[in-house]
């Protein structure tokens, strides 16, 4: 299985929503690590990291989110391995 690195910007209704701490649990299911942050442009930046087919279908989750979020744009780039270890919300 391969690894794979991700940086992912989330854009729309995503803060405010329980946007991160569902990202969490999500990536948590899947072995992902990493962590999900607010920005002060009202986007959820993530950094994700674990199997390409985890990943795959972590920003599958990504598009959608949470009940309450109204998702507009999710945006990725393949990025070099953190190390994150875990993932958190900060």
């Known amino acids: 299985m391969s ?8 854009y729309g209704r995503v803060q405010g929503v329980n946007y991160r701490n569902s990202a969490q649990q999500k990536a948590q299911s899947l072995g992902i690590s990493g ?3 607010n ?4 986007r ?3 950094e994700a990291e674990g ?3 985890a990943l795959d ?3 599958e989750w ?6 309450m979020a109204i998702v507009s744009k999710v945006s990725t ?10 993932f958190r919300i900060r």
């Open 44 to 46: 959820v930046y993530i």
């Open 77 to 86: 780039e393949q990025a070099e391995a953190f190390g994150h270890r875990g």
């Open 62 to 67: 990504c598009r959608q989110g949470p009940p």
């Open 39 to 42: 920005m002060p442009d009202g």
């Open 3 to 10: 690894e794979k690195s991700m940086t992912i910007n989330v």
């Open 35 to 37: 962590f999900a942050k």
């Open 57 to 59: 279908v972590f920003i």
């Open 51 to 53: 199997h390409a087919e």
